[in-house]
C-alpha cells in the first residue's frame, strides 16, 4: 500500500494536445484554436476538437464490442492504482509481444487489480510518418495473458496496441470484452519502468462514448 | 495523511459531456458527433468540440493574467490532495460569498496545501435559464482569504466562482494572479461535505491554453 501526503512527485504521462497533432489517416484531425483574448473580452478561452481517441486516451469497451460499457460507464476504480511497467523496448518496430514476452517481463511482479503498462520505447518516434504503421503490437494471446493476470488497466506508449490495419482487433477485443479498459499513448514510461508508482487516468465523462482523452500521471511518494 | 490500497471507492465529481450541453451564451457550444461505428469500420470512434472551459473544466492563470501560466504550465502537485468542502449551500442565487462567510464555514479546518471546494448547492440547478445570470459568487475579499489560507487549488459546482457579467474578474484575478488554479463545474460535493477526502482534477494536457476540461473525483479511503 502507498501513502499520499504533502511530500508528493507527480510526473506526466500525458503528450501535449496541439493542433494537428500527429494521429492515424482517417481518424478526426485534432484542432486547437483561439477562440477569445484578454485583450478583446477580459477572458481568453480556446475552442478544440479532438477524436474520442486522439491524444493520450482510454478505450471503453464499446470501441470493440458492440452495447459493451461507454467510457462514462466504466467504474472509476479501475482508473487509479498502483502500476508497473513491463519493459519491451527491446522490441523492434512491426515485432509483435507475445503472453511468454509479457511473463518474462512482468518476472511474478503483477499482483491482482495492478495497472499494468507496456514501454515499448514507441514514445521517442512520435511523430514520424514511417512508424504509423510499423510498431511492435500486442498479440491475442498476450492480452488473455493480461486478463489472466488479473490486471484492472493495461496502458501502451504508442498509438494503439493492436498490429497496424487489424480490423478483426483480437488484442482490443480479448482485453475489452473482459472489461479491461486500455490507455493509450503514454509518454515518459521509461522514468518509472524500475518502481512500483500509483498511476491514474481518468478519463474526460464523455457520455455515451466509446473511449476518451485523458491526463495520465504516475504519482510518486516520498520517503519521510 | 491518506492511505492508498485496493479498499477504495472513487466518486464522480464531473459533469456528463453531452451534444449541445448547457453553457454560457457567446461560449463555444459543446458538440459530440459519432464518427465510425463498429458496423462501418469495425469500431466506434467519436469527434467532438469543447471550449477550454466547459463541463467540469481547470482555469489556467492565463485564463485572465496576461502572460501567465497556461494549463499545460501548472504543475500537477495543484491537482491532487487532501481536500474539505466548505458549506456555502443556505446562500441564495445572486447573493454574494465574502471572506467572512468563509471563514464561518471553515471552522479553522483549513490547512496549508489544502484544495478548497465550494458547495454552493447550485449544481442541482443546472440547465435552468434563468440561473445563468443569478448564482453565488465569490467577492475579491472572499478569494483573497482563500489565498491567504495558503490553498492550492480552490474548486465551485458552478460555472463560474465571478458574479455573472463581470469583465474585471477580480475574484479569478485573485486567485490566478496567485498561481491558484480554479476547477469549476463540479458536482456531488454534498456528498464529502463531511470528511477529509483526496480530490483529483488533472485536466487535460493542451499545449499553451487557457483552461482545459477534467474528470474531477473524489478518492475515499476504506478503513481495513
Tied chains: 1, 2.
Excluded at 109 to 124: E, F
Excluded at 126 to 148: H, I, R, S
Aim: net charge neutral; proline share 5%; hydrophobic share 40%.
Amino acid at each position: 500500500m502507498l501513502k499520499i501526503g504533502e511530500k508528493m512527485k507527480i510526473l506526466d504521462l500525458s503528450r501535449p494536445i496541439t493542433d494537428g497533432m500527429y494521429h492515424f489517416s482517417g481518424d478526426p484531425v485534432p484542432q486547437v484554436k483561439i477562440f477569445s483574448t484578454i485583450e478583446e473580452k477580459g477572458w481568453a478561452l480556446t475552442e478544440f476538437t479532438l477524436g474520442s481517441h486522439s491524444g493520450t486516451h482510454v478505450d471503453a469497451p464499446c470501441h470493440k464490442v458492440k452495447g459493451a460499457s461507454t467510457i462514462d460507464e466504466v467504474p472509476l476504480e479501475k482508473f487509479f492504482g498502483e502500476t508497473i511497467v513491463l519493459d519491451l523496448s527491446y522490441k523492434k518496430p512491426d515485432e509483435s509481444i507475445t503472453a511468454k514476452d509479457l511473463e518474462k517481463a512482468a518476472n511474478d511482479r503483477i499482483r491482482p487489480s495492478d495497472i499494468v503498462l507496456i514501454l515499448t520505447g514507441m514514445a521517442s518516434h512520435w511523430g514520424k510518418e514511417e512508424y504509423l504503421t510499423k510498431y511492435p503490437y500486442l498479440t491475442e494471446d498476450a492480452a488473455k495473458w493480461l486478463v489472466n493476470s488479473k490486471v484492472k488497466l493495461v496502458g501502451i506508449d504508442w498509438l494503439t496496441v493492436e498490429k497496424f490495419g487489424s480490423k478483426e482487433g483480437l488484442a482490443h477485443l480479448a482485453l475489452l470484452e473482459n472489461g479491461i479498459p486500455i490507455v493509450e499513448n503514454l509518454v515518459n514510461l521509461e522514468k518509472i519502468k524500475d518502481e512500483r508508482v500509483l498511476f491514474a487516468c481518468f478519463p474526460l465523462r464523455l457520455a455515451g462514448v466509446d473511449g476518451a482523452p485523458t491526463r495520465a500521471v504516475a504519482i510518486k511518494t516520498k520517503k519521510r
